[in-house]
């Protein structure tokens, strides 16, 4: 069948941030929107179609918000290029997705030789998350499980991942648009998020890194309870510690550091449980947080020091620092501003 035509020029309307937004009232308009992903959409509840499409694009990986009015069967498959998931962020409805019903907590996976079949329910607004498949595959080659190991890779279906997992997903995800969708006058972080490929990248290495912890079996990060740490593991987690610690401004991604110490993540992940008592993606997270403190003892700021260390959602950044430091982050700047005056 031929393309269906999309008319961005009447549809779309570019924010004064990084993002555009695209309205539809036609769900073949809508279907077509996702370039790439190969769809046919059909109407399954009564009323006018309304849906939207919010697009977010970093190196190497697009992002995009779907919103739908109404429940709809989809159906296609995504190029092999391109590695691509959907992380749900309102279901209101039954939903299946390749046979198994869909929750809110479900994390879909769209790639696959396979193709996928997803019926959405009457109300539906999800995240997707295009990721270069090369960029991906080497993300997890960098471990010496490799890429051979990874099933995600070859079919389309649903996940039921860690709830903490694909919760720190979901914050991270919503927190980037929240920036993006800002009025560039309005803010310094859209215009330092659009032309600084430090923060891009570092945005993006936290964004793979979540979609891996996200995606892995949940026996993976495996406890090793209150077993002693062994010489091997703290030798390995001292070594970790010197590679991060002058860069957590652009902290390396697990994947990486698995790379240069030549260790699988599991090897990774029971040395930091052993010594430090959690995984290495929680540790680098409470590093990023004590230098974040330190940073708000220099800046005018809370939100300059936030996003140096890679924080975008801010709510959940102070949140996560008053829990650790007993404190809001502006109340650690008001303290040292009064300091620095007397």
């Known amino acids: 069948m031929p393309p269906i035509p999309v008319r961005p020029s009447s549809l779309t309307t570019p924010s004064s941030g990084g993002c555009t937004t695209a309205h539809f009232g036609d769900i073949d308009e809508q279907a077509a929107a996702l370039q790439g992903w190969n769809q046919r959409y059909l109407q399954l509840s009564r009323g006018a179609f309304d849906g939207s499409v919010r697009r977010l694009q970093l190196d190497g990986m697009g992002l995009f918000i779907e919103d739908l009015h109404q429940s709809v069967y989809q159906a296609g498959w995504v190029r092999r290029e391109v590695f691509a998931i959907g992380v749900p962020l309102l279901v209101e409805g039954d939903a299946q997705f390749c046979g198994r019903r ?80 800002l009025p560039h006058d309005r803010s310094s972080l859209v215009h330092s998020l659009t032309h600084s490929a430090p923060l891009r990248r570092q945005a993006r290495t936290q964004l793979i890194d979540h979609v891996v912890a996200a995606m892995a079996p949940q026996d993976a990060g495996v406890s090793v309870g209150n077993a002693r740490a062994t010489a091997a593991q703290t030798a390995l987690v001292n070594k970790v510690s010197e590679m991060v610690s002058n860069r957590l401004n652009e902290a390396p991604s697990i994947g990486e550091i698995c790379k240069t110490m030549g260790v699988s993540r599991r090897t990774l992940q029971n040395a930091f449980q052993a010594t430090w008592g959690m995984g290495p993606l929680t540790w680098l997270t409470t590093m990023r947080l004590n230098a974040v403190r330190r940073r708000l003892k220099s800046v005018t700021q809370v939100t300059e020091a936030a996003t140096e260390f890679g924080f975008w959602h801010f709510g959940h950044f102070a949140s996560h620092y008053q829990a650790l430091f007993g404190e809001c982050p502006s109340k650690t700047l008001q303290r040292h501003r009064q300091h620095s005056v007397h």
Do not use: W
Not at 132 to 160: C, K
């Open 102 to 181: 869909a929750t809110q907590q479900s994390l879909h996976v769209f790639s696959g030789d396979n193709g996928f079949e997803f019926r959405s329910p009457q109300r539906h607004v999800m995240i997707g998350i295009e990721i270069d498949r090369a960029l991906y595959e080497a993300h997890l080659g960098a471990t010496a499980n490799g890429v051979g190991n990874e099933p995600h890779l070859a079919s389309a279906g649903l996940l039921q991942p860690d709830a903490d997992a694909i919760d720190k997903l979901r914050s991270l995800l919503t927190g980037l648009f929240q920036i993006m969708s």
